[in-house]
T-cell receptor, first 116, second 116 residues
Framework: EAGVAQSPRYKIIEKRQSVAFWCNPI?????LYWYQQILGQGPKLLIQ????????DSQLPKDRFSAERLKGVDSTLKIQPAKLEDSAVYLC??????????????FGSGTQLSVL | AQKITQTQPGMFVQEKEAVTLDCTYD???????LFWYKQPSSGEMIFLIY??????QNATEGRYSLNFQKARKSANLVISASQLGDSAMYFC?????????????FGTGTRLTVIP
């Protein structure tokens, strides 16, 4: 079974530029998550989708970050314009249906973003 | 207040020895789940073990076991017979039912180094 796919693996941009990350979850997983992991910290949830609807985007800086999940499968996370403090690893995860405290999340390898 | 606290930034263990990674949590929700994930240098978060708040027995998965002390609100990970491949970052995480079981809160992680 294929895991969560993310691309690109690495991205270097200058501040004020825009960038987009792509994620393809495990087939059949209804719930998709984007996490931001700043160096030395644990991952922090940015946004959670249930199929193609947003469940939680309370931690998403909506003035510069946007995300969509068309057709309830792939997802794209965009930053425009990027700031220095956006340098981080962006992790995508998926789970079966997003309910229940015991549901496991499966993560991709992440996109490492450096903003210069 | 931090929901998950990992007080050990780094730990060293001799190959074939056992090691305990500490995790304490903070919640008033009677229904919650505790997870441990491993993050090797490749970046992917790998699920290791899960403990539900109502589980009577400590969880075990191969060489991993979770020392769950509910009254102390601790969920320490025990790795037995350490291997060189165990060198990685380890994250403790929690999910609460009262928040709709949406968000997985992570600690800051512990870097484990296995010495040959």
């Amino acid at each position: 079974e294929a895991g969560v796919a993310q691309s690109p693996r690495y991205k270097i941009i200058e501040k004020r530029q825009s960038v987009a990350f792509w994620c393809n979850p495990i087939s059949g997983h209804a719930t998709l998550y984007w996490y931001q992991q700043i160096l030395g910290q644990g991952p922090k949830l940015l946004i959670q989708f249930q199929n193609n609807g947003v469940v939680d985007d309370s931690q998403l800086p909506k003035d510069r970050f946007s995300a969509e999940r068309l057709k309830g499968v792939d997802s794209t996370l965009k930053i425009q314009p990027a700031k220095l403090e956006d340098s981080a690893v962006y992790l995508c995860a998926s789970s079966l249906d997003g309910t229940g405290v015991g549901e496991k999340l499966f993560f991709g390898s992440g996109t490492q973003l450096s903003v210069l | 207040a931090q929901k998950i606290t990992q007080t050990q930034p780094g730990m060293f263990v001799q190959e074939k020895e056992a090691v305990t990674l500490d995790c304490t949590y903070d919640t008033s929700d009677p229904s919650y789940g505790l997870f441990w994930y491993k993050q090797p240098s490749s970046g992917e978060m790998i699920f290791l073990i899960y403990q539900g708040s109502y589980d009577q027995q400590n969880a075990t998965e191969g060489r991993y076991s979770l020392n769950f002390q509910k009254a102390r609100k601790s969920a320490n990970l025990v790795i037995s017979a350490s291997q060189l491949g165990d060198s990685a970052m380890y994250f403790c995480a929690m999910r609460e039912q009262q928040t709709g079981a949406n968000n997985l809160f992570f600690g800051t992680g512990t870097r484990l180094t296995v010495i040959p």
